[in-house]
């Protein structure tokens, strides 16, 4: 993403909320279906919300939840937290994809709800949900996710997406320089020369930190190693000395590099 971008996209999102908030005055602000919309792969943005867990508490964090479906499932609803991914150790990530910040405030009111739905036991099932949080350490947020499609790669063959994936490798960087673009389209063009096949996703966490996030596929982590990496594949397509220039370009384009693995979590999931 180009410096300067950020602040942009910042100010079309406030843009975009006020006008679909005046867009839909007329309805009410709360979501009062039993369910929220599938997990949608091709929405335009995810709410995402993260928990990192003291390794030592995260089964008290998880036993919670899975008490706490049990609930859920008795009374036929959602708390519309979304779909659970681990990444490394003990953290905890949680997506919910939506197109407009109307339906991410209704996702959000929602949520509030969840005990009106339960009914009558909802508020006491609630604090026995609540009991897990003592598991919960630092960083503890929530962000929202653009998808950022110039950062994509689409492998040959099956499709995946961040809800089909059985392993994900995830790379958060700060990008610094407009050569990131143009280093990524040249390396995006011999991958898929090369007939690399584990695709790549992008998005931009809008609200949050402002880092790119790019998501690696493979249907599981065998998969995913058999591959080989993107600069093996790019090297035999271009050459060793220019796969390694590209890929020198990207890391001095950015900074604040992460790289870590996500697998999924389906049975902490909230229902659809």
């Known amino acids: 993403m180009r410096p300067g971008t950020f602040m942009l996209l910042?100010?079309?999102?406030?843009?975009?909320?006020?006008?679909?908030?005046?867009?839909?005055?007329?309805?009410?602000?709360?979501n009062t279906a039993l369910a929220t919309p599938a997990f949608d792969p091709s929405a335009k943005y995810r709410a995402v919300h993260i928990d990192t867990l003291d390794p030592h508490l995260q089964h008290v964090f998880e036993d919670a939840r899975l008490q706490w479906l049990k609930v859920l499932a008795a009374h036929h609803t959602s708390?519309?937290?979304?779909?659970?991914?681990?990444r490394d150790g003990s953290t905890l990530i949680t997506?919910?994809?939506?197109?407009?910040?109307?339906e991410y405030d209704a996702l959000r009111a929602f949520r509030a709800t969840v005990g009106e739905r339960i009914g009558p036991e909802g508020e006491k099932a609630g604090q026995q949900y609540d009991l897990g949080d003592v598991a919960i350490t630092s960083p503890h947020n929530s962000e929202v996710w653009l998808r950022n499609e110039d950062f994509d790669y689409r492998a040959p063959g099956q499709t995946l997406n961040e809800y089909t994936a059985?392993?994900?490798?995830?790379?958060?960087?700060q990008v610094r320089s407009d050569d990131y673009d143009s280093a990524w389209k040249e390396i995006s063009a011999a991958l898929a020369i090369a007939k690399y096949p584990i695709s790549r996703i992008g998005f931009m966490s809008m609200l949050g930190s402002g880092?790119?996030?790019g998501l690696w596929l493979a249907s599981d982590r065998t998969a995913f190693r058999n591959a080989g990496s993107?600069?093996?594949?790019?090297?035999?397509?271009?050459?060793?000395?220019k796969s390694d220039a590209l890929f020198i370009r990207l890391k001095e384009a950015s900074s604040d590099v992460e790289v870590s693995e996500l697998v999924p979590r389906p049975e902490l999931k909230s229902p659809e």
């Open 166 to 173: 059985g392993y994900m490798r995830m790379v958060v960087e």
């Open 230 to 241: 993107p600069e093996d594949a790019v090297a035999k397509v271009l050459g060793q000395a």
């Open 211 to 213: 880092r790119q996030i």
């Open 10 to 30: 910042i100010l079309g999102a406030a843009l975009s909320w006020t006008a679909n908030a005046v867009d839909a005055s007329a309805t009410p602000t709360a």
């Open 79 to 86: 708390d519309g937290r979304g779909f659970f991914l681990q």
């Open 95 to 102: 997506l919910h994809s939506f197109n407009s910040f109307t």
